[in-house]
């Protein structure tokens, strides 16, 4: 009973934590498409020092454990190149770069399974390179990665605790906060556990709605 | 031929390797407006690759096109844009645009390339599908229509651009054989209302009755050309007469191919 009580009275800072979850999350999934698109087009039809430059981008930020990048930039680059960001900040950034690295490659291996026959249809139709990846690779290439890409909203949901080592205010943190504090683990880690299995349950449905919106006809599973 | 009608096409001593294997070795040949090339051939011989070194998806080695006395020049992007707009292609898999319904796939590139108006564009495509009897599959997805239909969906949408010259590739050649009379008879039908035409195909019915003249590619080389009475019936070498005889037996004379 005491224990429900502690749950009750920890819950409303709990959920807050939510909101900087979901925001690093979210922030840092976006970043990681912004750039890990591009990336993935680079790496299929760009030069081929433009090629390696990107994987060795690719390789470095898939090589390194999370909490050495965070270490490494948030208290080595960014106070080195005088950028004052907030751990929260400090998080999306680092995260977003990392999530690019992974998006880039389900981006890639989506472009390549395409072939080349409509590149060349757009091509011989009078399209540009880039008029052709805009409008028939890339509708395509995305369509395909979405199962690929679903991966990457709970893999990012459970790494994101690990920002908690910074201190962002997210849902482990919080927790962490008042475990210590009322000497009652167990119920408040359940709750964050909880909270983190219905964050990925949505995320996941969402993702599965989005799937079956956008599938071309003629494609069903 | 007509040597009065106006040069459509010049393609002079064309070159291409891959690796150690020369393809073309040197291909030179015009077609006129509302001519018809057939070219015929062994497979893996280069024809394919001689169509694309027309529309500069191959860029080759060695020689030069001109469309309508202009040369087209591989060097600049923009302006290998513009002639690609003027030189229609079709391919041996259709090659459509999976994401795309049949009036989007003809429309896109009347939109993205040449910069025209939604309507206009959509208008256009619609009467290009009637061209070619699929107004009622214009809602459809690729992945929804017939190999035959995907192949009339991608003439229409070379046609659209109103190229100066269609180049074929193989049209049939993926088709099952009772939707191959479909697509032949819609490039009967171009070929009759005078559009110029560069068509790769094994089908010796549509090259006899519809082509101006036939190219016999062997070994990299024109090897014999002519219209088709002179190929089938009096060649000047042995070998095309038998690689005549051996395509006629093998997809026969006027198998799938309706006279209109």
Known sequence: MEN?????????????????????????????????????????????????????????????????????????????????????????LVLGLRSSAYQ???????????????????????????????????????????????????????????????????????????????????PIYLTCAIIFLLLSYSGMKLLHLLEEKVRMPGFEK | MPKNKELILQVKDIHKSFGDKEVLKGISFEVHKGETK?????????????????????????????????????????????????????????????????????????????????????????????????????????AELSGGQKQRVSIARALAMDPEVMLFDEPTSALDPELIGEVLGVMQKLAQEGMTMVVVTHEMGFARSVADEIIFLERGRILESGPPEKLFYQPEYERTRKFLFKLTELYGDIKGYHKR
């Open chain 1, 4 to 92: 429900l009580m502690v749950v009750y009275e920890a819950l409303p800072f709990l959920l807050q934590g939510i909101i900087t979850t979901l925001g690093l999350v979210l922030s840092a999934l976006f970043l990681g498409f912004i750039i890990g698109v591009p990336l993935a087009i680079g790496q299929v039809f760009a030069s081929s020092w433009i090629k390696k430059i990107i994987a060795i981008y690719v390789w470095f930020f898939r090589g390194l454990p999370i909490l050495v990048l965070l270490f490494l930039f948030y208290y080595g680059l960014f106070t080195m190149i005088g950028l004052n960001l907030t751990a929260f900040m400090a998080a999306v």
């Open chain 2, 38 to 142: 057939v070219i015929i051939g062994p497979s893996g011989m280069g024809k394919s690759t001689l169509l694309r070194c027309i529309n500069q998806l191959t860029i080759p080695d060695k020689g030069t096109i001109w469309l309508r006395g202009q040369e087209v020049n591989h060097h600049n992007a923009r302006q290998i844009n513009q002639f690609r707009q003027k030189i229609g292609m079709v391919f041996q898999d259709f090659n459509l645009f999976d994401h795309l319904n049949a009036v989007s796939n003809v429309e896109i590139a009347l939109i993205k390339v040449k910069g025209m108006k939604k309507q206009e564009a959509r208008d256009k495509a619609m009467s290009e599908l009637q061209k070619v009897g699929l107004v009622k599959q214009a809602f459809l997805y690729p």
């Open chain 1, 104 to 186: 880039s490659q389900i981006f890639r291996g989506s472009i390549q399974s395409l072939g080349k026959g409509q590149l060349m249809a757009a091509y011989s139709l009078g399209m540009s390179k880039g008029k052709a990846i805009w409008n028939i690779i890339l509708p395509q290439a995305l369509r395909i990665s979405i199962p690929g890409w679903s991966n990457e909203y709970p893999a990012m949901l459970t790494e994101s605790a690990i920002t908690y080592a910074i201190g962002v205010m997210e849902i482990l943190t919080r927790g962490n906060f008042i475990a210590s504090r009322t000497y009652l683990p167990m």
